[in-house]
């Protein structure tokens, strides 16, 4: 019986060494009618199973070298088909086009962007910095007078080497280099990535972003950095309700922080505005005039605002997110929530 079997298989062997083809479908059955569930192989290899072992080794031994050359025929004949079908000339027209997935902004690209077109439709242009700074772009020229504990307010971290090279804390330190470089008028916005050394919790992150914003000239006042702050909270939350408590920064005087009126129509509003209504979203104030001495620019002459703001708390008040750690974990599944034309 074994060698009825034997020479069954070898009849076989004899067939797959004359097929030949260049048509998939057709090398895509020849496949499936030898090494398919219901194939020759395996309809072989379950009839071994009544042999006694004697006959069953031999016959093993020619049923896997079928299987072997099967496999090896499928896969010349599939890649010589490949070459061929890419030469030839005549497209496929009913082949499915390929799927390009296109990818999203991150959310805070698409909130950093969203405030750079606000102030941009009123003039103020980008001015970027270093991430690596030195004391005096970071603390000294800003006001921070040496010791003082307002270095503190802001956990920094120092480079071992060079000396007094840091990672900057905020991106007010761009206000410098541009007044250093540039006389007033001024009229800029700087995005960019801050770092602190801070404890990790669902509020805080060692790194994150600002946007800052600096305008100087001849007689600026308070009163035009309230009207630039209104224009802002309501292109950006179409809410105009805001409020300006008195705050404390070294480089400006007067300083306040800015609330906006939230409201209190959901369970979140309560959340997030811990019942009260008002949201804080930044820090502003007149710039200090030894701020400006400091860049070589005339306090008696001029005069400016400035302001900063972080663009995670922003993001998160836009898309109603409470856990700022989803900006920073990449997850797709986050990330493809967001659509932006920006
Ligand atoms: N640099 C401040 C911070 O990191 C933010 C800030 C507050 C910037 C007030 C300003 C300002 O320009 O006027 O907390």
Not at 17 to 36: A, C, H, P, T
Not at 283 to 303: E, Q, R, T, Y
Request: charged share 25%; proline share 5%; net charge neutral.
């Amino acid at each position: 019986m074994s060698f009825n079997m034997v020479d069954k298989v070898k009849e076989h062997l004899d067939i797959v060494e004359s097929f030949d083809s260049q048509d998939s479908k057709e090398i895509e059955n020849f496949r499936i009618k030898y090494l398919g569930k219901k194939g020759v192989v395996t309809g072989f290899f379950k009839s071994m199973g009544q042999l006694s072992p004697q006959d069953r080794k031999p016959l093993g031994q020619i049923v896997n070298q079928l299987k072997t050359e099967v496999a090896q025929k499928v896969k010349s004949l599939k890649t010589h088909s490949k070459v061929s079908n890419s030469s030839s000339n005549v497209p496929d027209a009913t082949r499915p086009g390929f799927q390009i997935e296109s990818g999203n902004r991150h959310p805070i690209s698409i909130v950093k962007n969203k405030i750079i077109e606000i102030f941009s439709t009123i003039g103020f242009g980008l001015s970027e910095g270093p991430e690596i700074e030195d004391d005096w772009h970071n603390f000294t020229a800003l006001n921070f007078p040496k010791h003082h504990p307002a270095r503190d307010m802001q956990d920094t971290f120092y480079l071992k080497t060079p000396e007094n090279y840091l990672l900057r804390t905020h991106t007010s330190t761009v206000q410098v280099r541009h007044m250093e470089t540039h006389q007033p008028p001024i009229r800029i916005i700087s995005p960019g990535r801050v770092f602190r050394s801070e404890t990790i919790t669902a509020r805080s992150h060692c790194l994150f972003h600002q946007i800052e914003g600096l305008y100087i000239n001849e007689k600026v006042s308070f009163a035009d950095l309230k009207q630039t702050i209104e224009y802002f909270c309501q292109s950006l939350f179409q809410k105009s309700k805001m409020r300006l408590r008195p705050s404390y920064f070294p480089f400006t005087e007067p300083s306040a922080e800015v609330d906006i009126y939230w409201g209190l129509e959901t369970e979140v509003d309560h959340r997030i505005t811990k019942g009260t209504g008002w949201l804080e979203i930044m820090g502003c104030g007149m710039v200090d005039p030894n701020v400006l001495d400091n860049c070589s620019i005339d306090s008696n002459k001029f005069s400016g605002y400035a302001f900063g703001l972080g663009i995670e708390r922003i993001a998160m008040l836009l898309y109603q997110i409470e856990d700022i750690r989803l900006f920073y974990e990449n997850d797709i599944r986050f990330l493809r929530q967001f659509k932006s034309v920006i």
